[in-house]
């Protein structure tokens, strides 16, 4: 009985330090004529959170800053990788890709994640959206999402690590599609 009851309390235990959903990517558009373009505009990255509750918290706003120069660098360093130029202003005289990142954090509750997390209570997610347009017609030629969420996870779970996932997620799926 005592062996049962430590392989349930193992049990549990593991299933709360993992937590981190797998993040699920999904591509809405994808373009073979990308090749066409040399150089790429990074129009905006923008990492946000919509809650009410982030509006006022200065940690929170600091992580979010710091999660999107994260980001920024990362989509930098993959279009760098595929052979884009990085263009320092938009050019609609020349080919030009405008590359927008929107990710919206929920961030959740992470004292609930910690005590019932197991069943969605505090739930954190991740949605990232990746779009490349012509610079030209504004015609979207890729758009690629990411969503990844956290359930539990030890003290709470560590939503700068499903951001991160989320995001390399994200550009592997890009470069498996675009032969990198």
């Known amino acids: ?3 049962l009851f430590k392989s349930f309390v193992c049990c549990i235990f593991a299933v709360t330090l993992l937590g981190c959903g797998a ?4 591509t809405k558009i994808h373009s073979e004529n990308l090749k ?9 990255v923008n ?11 200065a940690k929170l706003q600091a992580k979010l800053k710091n999660w999107q120069r994260f980001s920024k660098h990362q989509l930098t360093q ?5 052979g884009y130029k ?13 590359a927008d990142l929107d990710i919206n954090v929920k961030y959740g509750n992470r004292a609930l994640r910690w005590l019932v997390g197991e069943f969605g209570a505090g739930k954190g997610r991740v949605h990232s959206i990746l779009k490349l347009k012509d610079a030209r017609t504004k015609t ?3 758009h690629i999402e990411s969503e990844s969420d956290l359930r539990v996870g030890g003290a709470g779970g560590d939503m700068e690590k499903v951001l991160k996932n989320n995001i ?10 675009h032969n990198l």
């Open 36 to 44: 066409n373009y040399k150089n790429v505009y990074l129009s905006k």
């Open 23 to 26: 993040a699920h990517v999904n």
């Open 168 to 177: 390399y997620k994200l550009m592997a799926e890009y470069k498996k599609q």
């Open 86 to 98: 990085i263009s320092q202003s938009m050019d609609t005289s020349n080919p030009q890709l405008l």
């Open 1 to 3: 009985m005592m062996n």
């Open 47 to 57: 990492v946000y959170s919509l809650e009410s509750s982030a509006k006022d918290n």
């Open 78 to 82: 993959t279009l760098q990788k595929n």
């Open 140 to 142: 979207v030629v890729y």
